[in-house]
Structures are given as C-alpha cells and as structure tokens.
C-alpha cells in the first residue's frame, strides 16, 4: 500500500456536524410514525415495530459494506453518490404500497444514511492528537441533533401532512445537499492506496489486533441498543398510556437535543480525564435515566408529573448515550490514524447491529409485557455494558498488539 500525502483540509468542523445529521436523520423518522404506518398498512404494533429494526439492520449493512470505501475512494464523490442514493431511496418509502416493501425500502435507507460514517472520521484529520476529542464532540453534537430531532421533524410533519409526506421532504433536503457538499468540501483522497478487497480483509485484522476497538464496540453496541429500547416504544407508550399521537413523540426528539448538547463538553472532557473517566459518567446516567422512566410509570400521580418525569429521564438517557459515544469513538480514532474508516466500520457496525437488536427485543417486551418488560430489558442491557466497561483495559490510548499498526494492516 503506497502512502499518499494528506490534503489541505478546509471543511469546517460544524458543517461536517451538518452532513453527519443530514445524513443521519433519515434513519429515524419512522420512529414516531410506527403508529400511523400500523393504520395505514392495517398492521400490529409488532409488526410495524420492525419497520425500525430494518433501518438499523441496513445500516449495520451499510457501515460494513460501504464505510469501509472512504479509505479507498475519493471522499467527496463517495458522499456525494450516497446522499444522491438515499434521497431515492426515501422516495421508494414514501410511495411504498405494502408493509413488506416499507420494510425492503428501510433496509436500503439505513444502508445508504452509512454515509454519515464516511463523514466522521473526517474530524480528526483536521485538528492535533491533542484535540481529537473536541473536533469528534462537535461533529458529534450534529450528528445526535439529526438523531433526535429527526423524530420532532417527523412527527409534527405527519401530524400535519401525514407520514408519507415526511420522507418526500426529507428526500429533497438530502437531495439538496449533494450540491452543498460539491461547494464546500475539498476533495479528499484515500490516505493510502487501498484495494477495496483488501480494506474489507483488514477490517478482521483490525478487530482480531485491538482489543480496545473491540471493547468499545461490545460496549457501544449494548449502551445503543438500550438507547434504541426506549425510542423504539415510545409511541407505543405514550398511544396506550397516554392518549398522544406522533406529535407528542417527535417533541421528545427535542427534549432529547438538550442532553445531545453534552457531545461537545464529553469530548473536551476525554481530553482533559480521559475517554474512560468520561465512559464510566456515561454508562452511570444510562442506567440512572432508566430507573426513573421506570418508577415514574409505577407510581399514581397526574399525567402533568408523569410527563414531567418523562422528560427528565430522556434528558438524562440521552446525556449518557453521547457520553458513551464520545468517549468511545475518541479513543478508537487514537488506534490506526490511517485506517480510521475502517475503524469506524468494525465500530459503528457492532453499535448498529446492538442497535438493532435493542429495538427488536424492545418490541418482543412491549408486546408481552408492556413498559416493565422493555425497562427490565434495557437495565440488564446497561449492566452488561458496566460490566464489559469495569473489566476491560485501562490503558485507554495505547496500542494493545504486539505488532505496529501498519504491520496489522499489511497482514491483511
């Protein structure tokens, strides 16, 4: 593998943030919608819920098969091709007549939204070793705004178009961005010259050499999936507790950008204490916004202190779920700086497909046992991310092979 020398990099960080959370959104507007497509297809709320399992399968597909490309393809074209390809895509979704083919076309959306992966490793090739965790916070902040206001987006647009209209508007806001990346981003070329056989092969180098890439990512997959627990039920809740339709619940989305603006502040702080000290807080605020949204729906009280308490527990879930975040993608960007693509597809590949087993468990709880089952379900998840967390390594920035990480790569 020839070395090709780095390019002048001028995209600012925030619009990488607002790349990040275009492309990212599209993966969650049919979270607060789950209800209205279960009318429109006369389906269960059972099924309807796999509606955001496919999404999330295709994009653990997309960051396994596709992400890997931004270490071998020019980036800008990559990105540009792929925010072109999603537009479509929410296009087949809007216009999709049977809930089997809502599905098919998820599982293609979440496939193409991995273009927010190709995005994020961009952030550190701008800023020194020193910063790295401030650059990841801050491309970070837009990328969970996307995440978390995409619902309040979606929601309030179905309730005022339906929930079709929601993916035609998103198609053409990802559809206009092709241009804005042609206008703003330079040209970014592979740090390496790479086949693309060979980056697939290395990604297993890549896991089998660092157990610290693993870590993060059992640990990141288990935290997310108890992220995905609550979004995936929510509608749910609210429609059967609560009387509150698709609105209500996208409103959360923006509740929940108020703990997504702790991204920025995690990321200083793994500067300053360390990615572990900031994953520890993280994975403590998890389990502590779980507890609350749990006890509040046990006891008798009025609806007003019921949604009261909802809305500090998802404040509190969400400040954790970027906690966690941050801190793992900091110090897993510090392993192999020229592969970080492809550090970034074994990451984000174990997050999503957490992710994805988190909303598909969440939904078999609702189904069998309502609001206990899918808290009882994301506690245990919780703990078996404390526990990877409390028994992994400590020496957090450091390479743990016994090789150099160009010698790993090579040997793929």
């Not at 035609?168 to 790479?194: C, G, H, I």
């Not at 700086?337 to 709880?365: E, K």
């Amino acid at each position: 593998m020839k070395d090709i020398s780095k390019p002048e990099l001028r995209a600012p960080l925030p619009f990488l943030g607002l790349a990040c959370a275009v492309g990212v959104s599209t993966m969650y507007y049919n979270q607060p919608l789950l209800l209205e497509m279960a009318h429109t297809y006369n389906a269960t709320a059972g099924h309807t819920g796999f509606v955001a399992v496919a999404t999330q399968v295709g994009y653990a597909l997309g960051l396994l098969f596709f992400v890997p490309l931004g270490d071998v393809l020019e980036r800008r074209a990559l990105m540009m091709r792929m925010f072109g390809g999603v537009a479509v895509a929410l296009l087949l979704v809007a216009t999709a007549p049977t809930l089997n083919l809502l599905i098919a076309g998820s599982i293609l959306i979440g496939m193409l939204a991995a273009v927010t992966h190709i995005v994020l490793p961009i952030a550190p090739d701008l800023v020194s070793h020193e910063q790295r965790g401030r650059a990841i916070g801050i491309v970070m902040t837009g990328l969970l705004l996307g995440i978390l206001l995409a619902r309040t987006f979606a929601g309030w647009i179905s309730h005022i178009h339906g929930w079709r209209y929601v993916f035609v508007v998103a198609a053409v806001l990802n559809a206009a961005f092709v241009p804005m990346l042609w206008r703003v981003m330079p040209k970014l070329p592979p740090k390496q010259e790479l086949r693309y056989s060979d980056a697939m092969k290395s990604l297993w180098t890549l896991f089998r050499s660092q157990p610290l890439l693993r870590e993060s990512g059992i640990v990141g997959g288990l935290a997310f999936a108890s992220f995905s627990c609550f979004w995936t039920t929510l509608t749910f809740l609210l429609d059967s507790h609560y009387g509150l339709g698709a609105g209500v619940a996208g409103t959360f989305g923006v509740v929940g950008a108020a703990g997504a603006m702790v991204a920025s502040l995690a990321g200083r702080l793994a500067d300053k204490h360390g990615s572990r000290w900031v994953l520890s807080v993280g994975i403590a605020l998890l389990g502590a916004s779980y507890l609350l949204l749990w006890a509040e729906e046990r006891i008798a009280a009025p609806t007003a202190v019921h949604l009261v308490a909802l809305v500090i527990g998802v404040i509190v879930l969400d400040m954790g779920a970027q906690m966690t975040q941050v801190a793992n993608q900091t110090r897993i960007f510090g392993l192999v700086p020229s592969a970080r693509s492809r550090l970034n597809t074994v990451y984000m590949t174990m997050y999503f497909t957490g992710a994805a087993g988190g909303s598909a468990l969440a939904t078999i709880a609702w189904v069998h046992w309502k609001w206990n089952g899918v808290c009882v379900l994301a506690l245990v998840l919780i703990g078996l991310a404390a526990i990877c967390h409390a028994t992994g390594h400590r020496g957090e920035d450091q390479q743990h092979s016994h090789v150099t990480p160009e010698d790993e790569l090579m040997e793929a």
